[in-house]
């Protein structure tokens, strides 16, 4: 079976190994994760000196702060955001000529909102309250356009303009940038979120109820991923669907419905957001999208007010809230916030496969908080931790296969931790190897997670997941499970669960 | 390492990183690869145009899901790890690099460490080394000059062996001795063995992760 | 009847002649199995099938309010199974070639163009499944190259083999390839594994590069498309996906007259491809002979011109094409319109018309009716390369093929 073909990975082992890289392969690690490129010859050989000098700290200590300071930490620092909120425009990093964008696009506020973050290490809160933008336009004599007219139709600009400063001059097809700032009490400003590049990429639609922003929001700053599609096929769908090609013929009376009425008579026919399975995700995003109905051609001067809602272990979280600024800013004071933030930052810079205990994750969110929330600090103290500075060594093949298993049984948590109903599903992190602490234990979890899924008969008698659920467990999906069952279901360490 | 998870397209998983599928030790990404070469072949030395075949300078649809780019629709890299696509596009690369190395004027090639070429210089004018490169054997060099050639770019490429031995795939002796087999065997140029070297260098795991 | 008693026809002047003997062909000696290859062909932006596959034929014309309609009726093509809109003239010479599916319900309402294109290009609308092409390699084939792609591959994050056609077609290899020195023996990466990969084929790499340099010399535009067939012919790859994206079709405003005009240009392209294909030998038949090639788009445009002149996104009927050495020509299924005072959606559209469970005829009823989906083309045209529709997963299995679109 091709997927099960795994060759071994380089991988972190266990914290209690406690080599430390050399030097020269520790400055190495710094410059292509800082910096995206291998370290000069020049800087091995500096390096090389330093240690003769016995100043080997203070130079790595100087090389950690020059890198950060430099264009390309804030290249890949940007591209990395930019793929986190999944909004990485279509162009290069690099040009041939001058090493940077190919073709010039004008910058929007959301790209100079996150060059101001990562460029002069401002809160990362500021992705969520930032109440100043600056953009890029190029002067249209037909009225205001791009950013200018989103932002532009909050401050009233037809006539005058109402702005901070103008920062360059057009003139001859060259853009202007100028800078708007908000009131830091406006609740109607919020970050990224109230950027055209954030509305346009999540649009808004009659029947999508702003969900596809509230699940976007939720998935970046909450780390909390949900999934949408076309609903399965039901046969209530299906009823639908034909009522949709063979209408009661002919119906007099909708030609003559309001727009009102026919786009309620549509809502209602959105499965989507009546499933059952659906709700777990919309009692969520349901209230969040109600703040969030915005154009990505011009911002509104109406609060529209919604509530951040969730779940989480051991309480719920719901939190009115008057208009989007509001819900970004509690979205910033909220634990999850800031776990998320920090492993998004421990993916980046050290390995979302390294493992941490919960004191070693307090700790990080410690520095993360002590920094500021600011990036340089926090990605500075990555990067000299004991975690980074471990030499790569080979997983086992059980390690690979119990990772890659709880990567498919993750689907599975996905969607029941939300859920109400099945208390013990709930709870049950299927992730979180080994399955109790007892052979007995793990072998009854074993047994109900195989007979569930099928995990035998490829799912032809499965009862998990649900037959109309939007996931179903590819071919390759089932082979690695009975192969890592028929391993002995090995937890991380490779150790068998059940003999 | 294969990721089996299967999201769905409109929300996706969050698991992508700006590289290929991400774990503690993560390939450099699809514009890191590119910047990466450029710097090292050429340095602060601007870019000569129409010379380095495009694919080799910007992302663009012909390479992107060769190198892997991380799409934006799914957050997730289109290939989770360097497959034969990506050795191929390497080797259009370094050998585009290489192909401009010899046409340029850089006497001083960076490829060539100061003691081989002190050593060159003894019998051959240095305006002449490029065309020496171009015509002299391999297996005409002296051992030690041979040994240099390996060496040099080894540590240029990977700095010191234990930088290399670190990551567990190969001892570094073992790895520039299986090269040194493999050029003696052959009846190349200087210049073709250099272009095998760095062909092999710069496709290892060693100089593409951290 | 098979598909080379049949060629046409009525339109392009040439009657009787198989594919194969309707261009000279280039020979090479094929590393491949004597197997199917498979290419998807993406029509992106949403087709008006009523300048296409299922045209307005009728006498009588609707209400322009309803229905705009910009040909004649002695504009349409005239095939052995009826008639088709002007945009497919390019593909005279394949008409009586091709399976036209018509009425593929993709969603009851407008959901914009990602969804009903990854379901058009996949079968699965919940993004279960990574494009058809690199699915298949990824599950059944598994060659070398895997998949040879023109697009953007969707990927619902399987490792999948894909190769650029571009890229493929300016392979330089040369004589690095004897250079590559693979050296672990026991540990090794996902890097070494590739490398020896392409070790191990590289007696097909060199012979498709043999046929790249001789496509290049005959003709020094050769490019993707050739690609494709050197990949296929020298046992690199078995499946490929055709993406026509320099075609705009989204014609929200202005879309009579420009829609026709581009879309007859993606036809043409379709032809083209259609065209090398037969003139490609293999093993004594052509390469086309050998293909079954499936053509889709996200969905169809809407009956009625808007206030800008234009055809929104209609997905509540759409068509497909197929072609192959199993499938069956001609045309099934139908799109019917639900004017504007009948419809709930405050506008008119083409609606899928449900076929017949038995018979797969066109029926306005439900009761033993059947709604033909994505799900339904992509099973048939498994169905047509010999493969059941579980290959594509538990989920997939059993999903209802098309027979009468199968010889």
Known sequence: MRALLIFSIFIFAQLSYAQTISNQAYLGKLSKSLRGIPISFQERQELAQAEITNSVDIYIDQKIHEYMKGGLFQIKMKTLVDEHFRLRANQNPFNVSQGYDNSYTLKTAYDFLVENIIGENKSWDNFLVAKKYTYEFFKNPNGLDGDQAFYGTLLNWQASYDLVSELNGGGSGRPISETVEFDPQDMRIAGVITTSRFLDRYQNTALNKNRRRAAAIFRSFLCDDMVAAIPAKTNDSENKDFDTLLPAAPNAQAGGKSEDQLRRELRKSDPHGTLPGCMACHSKLDPMGRTLGLSPFGLSDQLSAGALVYKTSGHSVNIPVRGVGELAEKITQQKEYLDCQVNLFWKWYVGQDVPKTEVRHNELVAAFEKGGRRPWDFVAYLVQTSEFKKPPVLLTESQILARNAAKILKRCYDCHKDQYENLEMQEWDLTDLPYGTTPQARAYAINQLSSALDIKGNGAKKYMPPKDSLWQLSTDQYDTLKKWIQEGAPDYSGQRQIP | MRTLIVFLILFQGSLGLASFDSNARRYMSYYEVIASLREFFLGSTSLPTGVISSTCLVVDADNKADLGYNSPATGEPITAAPNSNYIRWMSTCVGSYMSYLKMSSIKDSRLLSETTKKELFKTIDPNALLVWLDITEYNSLPESVKNDLVEFTFNLVFGPDDVFNQFGLMDAKLYRAKIRNHLDAQKYTVFKALSVIMLNYLNRDEFLSY | ?407
Do not use: C
Not at chain 3, 30 to 58: H, K, Q, R
Not at chain 3, 170 to 178: F, N, P, Q, T, V
């Open chain 3, 1 to 407: 009847m098979n598909r080379r008693d049949f060629l046409t026809g009525m339109s392009a002047g040439v009657s009787f002649l198989t594919l194969s003997s309707l261009f000279p062909r280039l020979a090479f000696a094929a590393n491949g199995m004597d197997e199917n290859f498979f290419v998807l062909i993406y029509i992106p932006a949403g087709w008006d099938t009523s300048l296409s596959m299922s045209p307005w034929v009728s006498e009588t014309r609707p209400q322009e309010s309803d229905y705009f309609i910009e040909y004649r009726k002695d504009e349409l093509i005239k095939t052995s199974y009826g008639l088709v809109g002007p945009a497919l003239a390019p593909l005279a010479r394949y008409l009586e070639n091709i399976r036209i599916i018509n009425g593929v319900f993709m969603n009851a309402t407008e959901v914009g163009h990602t969804s009903p294109s990854v379901y058009a290009m996949t079968g699965s609308g919940q993004g279960g499944l990574s494009t058809l092409s690199a699915e298949l390699d990824y599950n059944v084939m598994k060659m070398p190259f895997g998949t040879i792609t023109s697009g953007q591959i969707i990927n619902n994050g399987k490792a999948l083999n894909v190769m650029s056609a571009d890229s493929l077609a300016r392979l330089e290899i040369g004589s690095l390839m004897d250079d590559l020195i693979v050296s672990e023996s026991q540990k090794s990466t996902e890097l070494t594994r590739s490398k020896v990969n392409l070790l191990r084929y590289q007696d097909r790499i060199r012979n498709f590069k043999k046929m790249m340099d001789a496509f290049k010399g005959k003709n020094p535009q050769a490019g993707s498309d050739e690609a494709i067939m050197g990949a296929f012919v020298s046992g690199l790859s078995k499946t490929a996906f055709v993406n026509m994206f320099s075609y705009e079709l989204d014609t929200h405003s202005s879309h009579p007259g420009t829609h026709l005009k581009t879309l007859s240009e993606a036809f043409q392209k379709v032809a083209n491809l259609f065209d090398k294909f037969a003139s490609m030998d293999y093993k004594g038949t052509s390469l086309l002979d050998k293909t079954t090639f499936m053509i889709v788009s996200e969905f169809t445009r809407t009956p009625a011109l808007n206030t800008s002149r234009g055809k929104d996104h209609n997905p509540q009927g759409n068509s497909a094409i197929l072609m192959g050495p199993k499938i069956k020509p001609g045309m099934m299924g139908d799109l019917h319109l639900v004017d504007r005072a009948t419809s709930l959606l405050g506008a008119p559209y083409l609606a899928a018309t449900p076929i017949d469970k038995i018979t797969e005829q066109p029926v306005m009823r439900r009761q033993d009716a059947l709604i033909i989906r994505p799900e339904n083309v992509v099973a048939t045209a498994l169905a047509a390369i010999d493969l059941n529709a579980d290959v594509l997963g538990a989920s997939f299995a059993g999903t209802r093929v098309l027979k009468t679109a199968l010889k």
